[in-house]
């Protein structure tokens, strides 16, 4: 009896389980990326640096000037 009982859970387990297990979907994949618009903060630093090198051309100069 203990050996026919042990073959019965044997069959369940592997053979009968598996069909009434579901199968796990996958998540869906990410959107992809969006452009990003980066012409507006890419002017702000041209116009920032473009300031900037006009500042310290200006004070190389004045301070050249100031010498002779």
Not at 17 to 41: H, S, V
């Given at each position: 009896?203990?050996?026919?009982?042990?073959k019965l859970?044997?069959?369940?387990?592997?053979?009968?389980?598996?069909?009434?297990?579901?199968?796990?979907?996958?998540?869906?994949?990410?959107?992809?990326?969006?452009?990003?618009p980066i012409d507006?903060?890419?002017?702000?630093?041209?116009?920032?640096?473009?300031?900037?090198?006009?500042?310290?051309?200006?004070?190389?100069?004045?301070?050249?000037?100031?010498?002779?």
């Amino acid at each position: 009896m203990k050996n026919k009982l042990l073959k019965l859970l044997f069959f369940i387990a592997f053979f009968a389980l598996p069909f009434f297990i579901k199968n796990a979907d996958a998540q869906p994949p990410p959107p992809p990326p969006q452009d990003i618009p980066i012409d507006g903060g890419l002017t702000l630093l041209i116009v920032a640096g473009a300031a900037y090198g006009a500042k310290k051309l200006y004070k190389q100069q004045k301070e050249e000037n100031e010498i002779f």
